[in-house]
């Protein structure tokens, strides 16, 4: 009984325990190493990117419009986009990057654009030859 105790108690001997627990602990002291190196990279592009779809976001923003476009408005401040919902005499306000102007809508047609003369071609300087 005793020789059956002394080997069932050296199965039961922690050692073999205390070993898989050092060889797990290594392993999660090697993955705890690669995300140290890596996670701060990672995050770093993570965030250089947000901050760029952050600006083309704002430059997307209709409430700022960029330079040389404007957002037409009611006196209400509604946002008016298309030709159609306007009325002549209309009170308009125009929105820019840079400021606000109000406006009224004109009734007429629009003018034709005034024709214009068509260029006079300059006289060869002397002693130039062309080059046709």
Avoid: M, N, Y
Avoid at 26 to 44: C, G, I, Y
Avoid at 63 to 74: M, S, W
């Amino acid at each position: 009984g005793e020789r059956r105790l002394l080997q069932v108690s050296a199965r039961l001997s922690p050692a073999p325990l205390h070993r898989r627990l050092d060889q797990r602990e290594a392993r999660l002291l090697a993955a705890t190493t690669r995300l140290d190196a890596v996670l701060p990279r990672r995050l770093e592009r993570d965030a250089d990117r947000l901050a760029a779809l952050s600006r083309a976001l704002a430059t997307l923003d209709p409430g700022r419009p960029k330079p040389g476009f404007a957002r037409v408005e009611d006196t209400d401040g509604g946002w008016i986009t298309s030709a159609a919902a306007l009325e002549a005499g209309q009170a308009v306000r125009l929105v820019f990057g840079d400021g606000a102007r109000p406006a009224t809508i004109d009734g007429g047609d629009p003018r034709p654009a005034s024709p214009r003369a068509p260029a006079k071609p300059k006289p060869p300087v002397a002693g130039q030859g062309t080059l046709f």
